[in-house]
């Protein structure tokens, strides 16, 4: 199922057409699958018996299994998949999505992971801990989709791609995935209820922007100067604020969609009222929302969360700014504590088992 959650309506139909099949025969198989939600050939009744065996063949019957799953229902319900390769990847199906850029939906969200591991390694995240191991393909993070879906039994119709990896980085199978995510013969998730969230890759953010489907674009900020924001995020000694902001605005000027800068708020690090109304003149002028994200602990990792008040006054400073702000509230963070935490467990305990 994976490699065939992977295909566009054109490369399954170059497939199909390379062993000798008409073009219709892709649109039939993208309705059992999107559709009928039918991953397995025996029973695509419409086909002849020889394509059937052809396409087993083909693609190779690979799952997403499901190691752990945490949280309830009605609350945000964290998964740990095993990918064929037995790497661990996570993906976080909230219910009914908390306020998003001042925005309150009763949508059903899934956060996907784009690659095992990150590269990037922001100071304060789990995910880049153990550095980077490879990228998913477009199969394996729509997979995560339908796998979400089976054990929910809830549509997803909201993507955030904020999940473990840097999505920009494995932009190629980004691209493809956007497209399967969105168009009427996949998922048909509206592209505004597809979010990609980056740390910051300045040439893709431009690609992004030029690319077919309209998604929704996070920058992860958390600091509004260079100097906070290098002293956490590596990444910034590449692509520094004025051009990350350059192509915020290039982002901007191709797009309906408001920007949103996600910041989280790290006591003594990031957290000062100067840092707020930088943000906020940032905001202002690139006509972005402001997530504020109250820091998650990570396991061996000493940063902490500024007090309420804290938070509280740091909010309003970036509303005085004359900005939309709010204060994400993960309901989740009790039991997923933060993304690429659940997977280090894992792998710790299966390395203490053996
Ligand atoms: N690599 C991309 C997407 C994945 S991270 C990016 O960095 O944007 C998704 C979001 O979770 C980012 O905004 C990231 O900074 C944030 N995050 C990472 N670790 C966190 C933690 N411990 N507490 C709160 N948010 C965290
Ligand atoms: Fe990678 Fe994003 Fe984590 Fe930074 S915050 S290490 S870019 S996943």
Known sequence: MISLLGETMESLTGRLGALGHKP?????????????RVGDFGSMTDLPAELRAELAREFPEQQLEQVRLSGSKDTTRKFLFRLPDGQFIESVFIPASPALYGETSDRKTLCVSTQVGCAYGCKFCASG??????NLSPGE????????????GERVDN????????????????????????APWGFEIGARHITVSTSGLVPQIRELADHPVPVRLAISL?????EVREQIMPVNKKYPLKELFEACAYFTS????????EYILIAGVNDSLEQARLLASHARRLDAKVNLIPYNTVEG????????????????AVRDGGVVATIRREKGHDIDAACGQ??????DELAAAT
Do not use: C
């Open 301 to 316: 990792l000493s940063w902490e969360r500024p007090s309420e008040t804290r938070q509280q006054e740091f909010v309003r």
């Open 129 to 134: 801990l153990r550095g980077w191991k490879r």
């Open 342 to 347: 659940l997977r280090l467990r894992v792998e």
């Open 24 to 36: 219709y025969r892709a649109r039939q198989i993208m309705e059992w699958v999107h559709e009928k």
């Open 222 to 226: 958390h600091g509004a100067s260079d």
């Open 254 to 261: 191709r797009r309906k969609q408001k920007l949103g800068f």
């Open 159 to 182: 993507i955030v791609f904020m999940g473990m990896g840097e999505p920009l980085a494995n932009w190629k199978n980004l691209s493809v995935t956007l497209e399967i995510l969105n």
């Open 141 to 152: 993070i729509t997979a995560q989709v339908m796998a979400a879906e089976q054990a929910t």
